[in-house]
């Protein structure tokens, strides 16, 4: 790389030490220690030694005693029917267990109930797309087992498959989409388009694209007797149980789910997939432990994928930019049996002020796997065509990219007539600006330009719901004054364990050394699926209650007790420091935790506590906003996360090679539980956003509907080379309804206008308009 572009690299500017960080060193750098590793501050990850030294165990990595492995075997074709399958030769082969097919599968109560799309296979001869799942093979070894599964003999009735959108846009439907409504409308589009001054009237496409975390699926299931024990890659314990109880009708305090490090999500760990009921199967006929992982390659067939969209955007307005109406028609694709939909419209029908909206989306179905979440769903994709034609707009306007979208300034989310919880987009775009240097931006195209390299700066709006679920958490005092919370979420790799401690460290007023988190296992207190940014605002929410609770209880224990120095000492008086507390205004007056445990003879003291959503969030919804909010009540709210997304970047005038160099992003997202996780989470949204952009896309041959590029040597993704330094702004924001804690998640918003920004700094260097992703060198020449 450094051969190819060396001008880039120079050009880049020199690494230099994190603002954000610096400023918050200094902010805790004369506070006392503990305070040092409060809620905020910039803590090092608790479980990054046990990551780095390979101490942390995947799902995959467990053992069970007499373990036997199971490999997945998968239909070579997308349409048709199993005609006849000769299985003899694997079941003879050398240390084969077992061979599951259609036709020998155990009935089990409820087989299709995860809402994975798809029925769990195995229950017909139907193929509904390539890489479903057609046998699998049980031995006392892998390599066993993958040989026996080469042996089996398939005979298919073939159909053509349908697999491209385009084709199929006639049998497009609406779909059902439970509280998320396909269509958002006000006022009236049609009447107020045709009659403004300037309009923006295009096609935005976005691929098919596949998660790809770095630890794949796998599942180890063992049964005893009617008790089931999984450890599954998931990003919801709770879930997963509840749906394996669910279908092998098993009581939920039956099955155990544990998974206690998660190798990335991203949204196809959300929900269960059929491989982890299988290997549940495969458990039970082979009567002992089964381990089953997916392949690098069966992550492309096995665990859904963002869909493919077809956005057709119209943006009309007056002369000064003032939109007057919008439209926003999304047709993307679902499998032959699932429904799934992304809310690729939410960014049109709230982002901007517009009296006259037209949101809507349609399905194809086609012979694919079941889509499914995947990095802000619906708010990815759609924010790539609408900040894109925003773009297009302030281009056919002549005003100013960020200029436009004050012009357009959402002062309540219009979708729903509510007011914004919290809503700091301005200072996000004012302090991006400042940052980046977007006044020294020439806003002719191709104005730019360094050598042989044209330069383009290019600026997007992000935003992201705000969602906070119900959930609970335990907190435990020991008598040698040590915490443990336990909690049933999990940690997708994002800090999770790192701010729970951080928050009960400082509810409990004990240095974070002190506390210890036990996350990933479903007999854990109940916390919801990590996914739609909740766990940080729900899960912490519910372990600030949890801590806050047991301080409580301690606290009248000291003054509740004669012999104690704090007998009589009124509780609000009393204030906490590093394991002991003491009176406020006689601070001489102080008990150790362990003194006042020991005083009681009792060996733990624990609390269990919830949090939950009030009166202001009437509703939630999964992933997406669009329809979050229908109820209507003085006292609802909007809630979410915003940001601005500024891109330099530089193309080769010749061969049309992009290279980012230099990323703002400035984000107000309530309450900053750990800068530095924090500031990583939106870092790693804009990588994702750069492979979205410019490389992630899954390719299918039309032919035989199969994925063709699956592994991640043709699936690109973002590598060190390819990411730029990227700078965080946070901008300082209070919200007392978004959450108890007050804080917004982070998951998922880095990635939102992350490619439109990128985009629109395409046009910026070239004049060239790329409406489809991902925008490669091809699309310029
Ligand atoms: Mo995320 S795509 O909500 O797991």
Redesign the pocket.
Same mark, same amino acid.
């Given at each position: 790389m450094d051969d190819l572009f060396p001008d880039v690299l120079s050009a880049a500017p020199a690494q230099r030490a994190d603002p954000v960080l610096v400023a918050a060193a200094e902010a805790v750098a004369g506070a006392p220690p503990e305070a040092r590793k409060n809620v905020g501050a910039p803590m090092d990850r608790v479980d990054g030694r046990l990551k780095v030294t390979g101490g942390a165990r995947y799902a995959a990595e467990f053992s069970a005693p007499r373990l036997a492995h199971g490999v997945l075997l998968q239909s070579t074709i997308a349409s048709g029917r199993i005609r006849d399958l000769d299985t003899a030769a694997a079941e003879r082969a050398p240390g084969v267990i077992a061979v599951i097919t259609h036709r020998n599968i155990p009935a089990m109560p409820r087989p299709s109930v995860p809402p994975a799309g798809e029925s769990l296979p195995l229950l017909s001869p139907e193929i509904h797309y390539s890489g479903q799942n057609v046998a699998v093979v049980i031995a006392e070894t892998f390599e066993q087992a993958e040989h026996a599964a080469a042996l089996i003999r398939i005979d298919y009735v073939v159909q053509k498959p349908a697999v491209i959108l385009d084709e199929h846009l006639g049998d497009a439907f609406v779909p059902n989409t439970g509280n998320r409504p396909a269509a958002s409308k006000r006022g009236d589009f049609a009447a107020a388009a045709a009659s403004a001054p300037v309009k923006v009237a295009q096609t935005y496409r976005t691929p098919i694209e596949h998660h790809n975390p770095m630890e794949p699926h796998g599942t180890v299931a063992t049964w005893s007797g009617s008790k089931l024990t999984v450890y599954d890659a998931t990003?919801g314990v709770g879930n997963t149980a509840q749906n394996l109880a669910e279908q092998f009708g098993l009581l939920p305090e039956d099955v155990h789910v544990i998974d206690p490090f998660v190798g990335g999500?991203? #949204?196809c760990?959300?929900q269960s997939w059929p491989h982890t009921a299988l290997t549940a199967v495969a458990a039970k006929v082979a009567g002992r432990p089964v381990r089953l992982s997916l392949t690098r390659r069966q992550m492309f067939s096995s665990n859904g994928h963002r869909p493919q969209t077809r956005q057709a955007n119209v943006l009309a307005a007056a002369n000064d930019g003032k939109l007057v109406a919008l439209q926003h028609q999304a047709h993307a694709h679902t499998s032959r049996n699932d429904e799934f939909m992304e809310p690729t419209g939410a960014p049109a029908s709230l982002l901007y002020s517009c009296a006259n909206v037209d949101v809507g989306h349609r399905l194809v179905r086609l012979n694919t796997g079941s889509p499914t979440?995947?990095?802000?769903?619906g708010e990815s994709s759609g924010s790539f065509g609408l900040e894109t034609a925003m773009d297009e707009l302030a281009v056919a306007a002549a005003i100013d990219p960020i200029e436009l979208r004050l012009r357009n300034y959402a002062e309540i989310d219009e979708s729903s007539g509510h007011r914004w919880s919290s809503k700091s987009l301005r200072e996000c775009y004012a302090r991006g600006a400042e940052l980046f240097g977007w006044s020294r931006r020439d806003p002719r195209p191709r104005s730019m330009r360094e050598g042989r390299w044209a330069i383009g700066m290019g600026m997007a709006t992000a935003a992201y719901p705000a969602n906070f679920r119900p959930a609970s958490a335990k907190a435990l005092m020991y008598a040698d004054g040590h915490i443990e919370i336990r909690c049933g979420t999990q940690d997708l790799g994002t800090g999770t364990y790192t701010i729970l401690t951080q928050i009960a460290a400082e509810e409990l007023k004990v240095d974070p050394s002190k506390v210890r988190v036990m996350l990933g296992d479903s007999r854990l207190p109940n916390a919801p699926?990590?996914?739609?940014?909740c766990s940080a605002t729900s899960a912490g929410s519910a372990v600030q209650a949890a801590a806050r609770a047991l301080r409580m209880r301690v606290t009248q224990y000291a003054s509740g007790d004669e012999a104690s120095p704090l007998w009589n000492v009124k509780v609000s008086d009393i204030d906490g420091r590093d394991g002991w507390l003491f009176s406020k205004q006689d601070p001489s007056k102080a008990v150790a935790y362990t003194e006042i445990l020991a005083r009681y003879g009792k060996s733990v003291v624990e609390q269990e506590a919830g949090a939950k959503p009030g009166i202001e969030r009437e509703t939630s919804a !999964? #992933?997406g906003s669009e329809g979050a909010e229908k109820k209507s009540s003085d006292s609802a709210r909007s809630m979410h996360g915003f940001g601005a997304q500024f891109c330099e970047l530089r193309v080769d005038a010749d061969l049309g090679t992009i290279r980012v160099v230099r990323w703002v992003g400035a984000f107000a997202l309530g309450k900053q539980l750990n800068v530095k996780t924090l500031r990583s989470q939106l870092q790693g949204g804009v990588v994702w956003g750069i492979g979205m952009a410019l490389q992630e896309e899954s390719l299918i041959d039309p032919r035989h509907g199969r994925f063709v590029n699956t592994n991640l040597a043709e699936y690109h993704v973002p590598v060190n080379a390819d990411v730029p330094p990227i700078e965080i702004a946070l901008i300082d924001e209070q919200d007392s309804l978004v959450s108890p804690l007050g804080a917004k998640g982070a998951? !998922?918003i880095g990635i939102t206008g992350a490619a439109a920004a990128i985009g629109n700094a395409v046009y910026h260097a070239t004049g060239k308009r790329v409406r489809e992703l991902p925008i490669t060198l091809d699309k310029l020449l």
């Open positions: 990003q999500g991203f #949204g760990k959300g979440y995947m990095r802000a769903p699926t990590s996914g739609g940014s !999964e #992933g998951g !998922e």
